[in-house]
C-alpha cells in the first residue's frame, strides 16, 4: 500500500514545466500504448497496487460482459506525471485511478469527466461513507467510486501503558501529555509519542488530524484560509506540537526530520508508547515478521483538543472515467460498466473491495461491508474491527485539495517546522501559511 504516502501534488511552475515537455516527448511515450483495436477494448490505467486482484476482477468482468479490456499499471510513484504525459498526448484511456489530490488539476484540464449524469453509479452513494462521496466532488461534480480509503490513527502500545499504570489510552491530547510524562518518567520511553513532521507527502496528513481533532480547520467551506484564526483554525493544534516537543519534550525535536516510514519502524522497534500513523499499519506492527511489539499495539479514537472531538483526517482514491470515453456515446456506457464492476457491485456484491482488504488489507468506503463477517473475522486477526470502523466514521476530507496544494504545503510545511524548532512564533508560522494560501488562490 505504498501508494497512500506517496506525493499529491506538485508546485503549480513543476506542473506547467512538465507540461510543456510532455507535449515533446507525448509522441515517443505513447507509441508502445495498446490502442482500441477492432473488438474496441477499453482501455484501463491503474498504478501498481493489487495487481493480481486487480487481474482476477477482469477476467470475472470480461467474462460476463464480453468487453475486451486492456489492462495497464505503472509504479505509483510514477503514475501522476506518466498519466499526465499519456492525457497530453491523447492516448487511449477510458477508465483510471485518481488520488482525491489530483481531482482539481485533471477536472480543470478536461482530462476527466463527471460520472454524476449515471444513476447507475449514483446509487452506491446512499452505501459509501460520506467523507469519500465528497472527495470524489469538485466544483459541485462527482468524479469518480472510491477505490480505496484509510484514515491517520492513533495507535498505542497496551504493555507499556500497562506498566505505567494505566488502564485506558489518553482521551484527550491533555491526558495523553499526562500519561507521557508518567512514562518518560519511569524510563518506559525517552519520547513516548511518535509524531512525524519531516516535510514529505505524509505531513498534510498528520497535521490534518492533529487540527481536526482540536476542533480546527485550515480553510473554510468558501476555500479562504481560517487557519490563523485562534478561534477556528491550526493554531491549538500547532501549539500543542510546540508544547509537547519544547516544554513537556513528550515528542523528539527530530520529528522535523521523522518520515512516516521511519516513524513506522521506531513504532515496531518498541521506542514508543503511542504514534499516530496510517491506520493499516497496525497490521504490520501486529506481525511478529515484521515488529518487535507484535500483540501488543492497540487502536484508540484519536485524542481531543479542549474545544475538539475524536475526528480524524481520511483520504481515498478513486475510479473515474476520461474526459475522451465520456464524448463517446457507447464507449462511455462501457467504461461506466467497468467502473460499476470496481467501484460498486459486480454479482450482487462488493466483489472488488472487499477482494482488496481480504488479499491486501486495502480499506474500503462501503459502509454496508462492515457488516461482512468475514471482513471482521481477517480485520481481528491483528485489530479491533469495531474501533476501525468507529474513527472511520469521525472521518473527515482534508479541506485543503486545490489546485496550489502543492506549493501551498511546502510552505506551510516550512512554517510549522520553523515554530517547533523555535525559529518562529506559532502565530506567525500560520500567518505565514494563510498569507500563502490566499496568494495562491488569488493567482490560480
Known amino acids: 500500500m505504498n501508494e497512500v504516502g506517496e506525493f499529491e501534488g506538485s508546485s503549480r511552475r513543476r506542473f506547467l514545466q512538465f507540461c510543456s515537455m510532455s507535449c515533446i516527448a507525448a509522441a515517443g511515450l505513447t507509441a508502445g500504448v495498446r490502442r482500441a483495436g477492432a473488438a474496441e477494448a477499453l482501455n484501463l490505467y491503474t498504478w501498481s497496487a493489487g495487481v493480481d486482484t486487480v487481474r482476477r476482477q477482469l477476467a470475472a468482468f470480461q467474462k460476463a460482459t464480453g468487453l475486451a479490456v486492456n489492462y495497464n499499471n505503472l509504479p505509483f510513484a510514477q503514475y501522476r506525471e506518466a498519466m499526465v504525459t499519456k492525457f497530453v498526448g491523447q492516448a487511449p484511456i477510458d477508465a483510471l485511478w485518481v488520488s482525491d489530490g489530483w481531482l482539481p488539476e485533471w477536472a480543470d484540464a478536461g482530462w476527466i ?35 480505496y480509503t484509510d484514515y491517520m490513527a492513533f495507535l ?33 520511553s525517552n519520547y513516548p509519542l511518535m509524531l512525524s513532521m519531516a516535510h514529505e ?16 480547520r485550515f480553510v473554510d467551506d468558501s476555500g479562504h484560509a481560517v487557519m490563523d484564526d485562534p478561534r477556528h483554525g491550526a493554531m491549538s493544534a ?19 526530520e521523522l518520515g512516516e516510514l521511519n516513524g513506522f519502524k521506531a513504532v515496531a522497534s518498541g521506542n514508543h508508547a503511542f504514534a499516530l500513523l496510517p491506520r493499516y499499519r497496525i497490521q504490520a506492527l501486529n506481525d511478529p515478521r515484521q515488529s518487535h511489539v507484535a500483540g501488543r499495539i492497540r487502536h484508540a479514537l484519536m485524542p481531543a483538543g479542549p474545544n475538539g472531538s475524536h475526528a480524524t483526517v481520511a483520504w481515498m482514491r478513486m475510479h473515474a472515467m476520461s474526459a475522451a470515453a465520456a ?41 454496508s461491508l462492515f457488516n461482512d463477517p468475514e471482513v471482521r473475522a481477517a480485520y481481528e486477526k491483528y485489530g479491533d474491527f469495531a474501533m476501525f470502523q468507529k474513527q472511520q466514521d469521525l472521518a473527515r476530507r ?32 500560520l500567518k505565514t501559511a494563510a498569507a500563502k494560501w490566499t496568494e495562491l488562490s488569488r493567482s490560480a
Not at 201 to 216: A, C, D, N, R
Not at 351 to 359: T, V
Open 113 to 147: 469527466a463527471p460520472i454524476d449524469s449515471r444513476p447507475e453509479l449514483m446509487r452506491y452513494n446512499a452505501d459509501v461513507q460520506d467523507f469519500c462521496v465528497q472527495s470524489a466532488r469538485y466544483k459541485g461534480r462527482q468524479y469518480g467510486m472510491t477505490y
Open 327 to 367: 464524448g463517446d456515446k457507447a464507449r462511455a456506457a462501457n467504461a461506466a460498466r467497468l467502473i460499476e464492476a470496481f467501484g460498486g457491485k459486480f454479482g450482487g456484491q462488493y466483489a472488488f473491495q472487499k477482494a482488496m482488504f481480504l488479499d491486501t488489507g486495502t480499506a474500503f468506503g462501503v459502509k
Open 201 to 216: 507527502s505524509w505531513t498534510i496528513e498528520f497535521m490534518s488530524s492533529l487540527v481536526f481533532s482540536h476542533g480546527g
Open 156 to 188: 498505542y502500545d497496551a504493555e507499556i501503558l500497562q506498566k505505567a499504570g494505566f488502564s485506558e489510552p489518553p482521551a484527550t491530547w491533555d491526558e495523553l501529555v499526562s500519561q507521557s510524562l508518567k512514562i518518560r518518567q519511569m524510563g518506559l
Open 398 to 429: 482534508k479541506d485543503v485539495i486545490a489546485r496550489w496544494f502543492g506549493e501551498w504545503d511546502e510552505a506551510n510545511s516550512t512554517a510549522w517546522q520553523a515554530a517547533i524548532l523555535g525559529r518562529s512564533s506559532v502565530t506567525d508560522a
Open 238 to 256: 500547532l501549539q500543542w506540537v510546540v508544547d509537547a516537543v519544547n516544554k513537556h519534550r513528550i515528542v523528539s525535536p527530530a520529528c522535523v
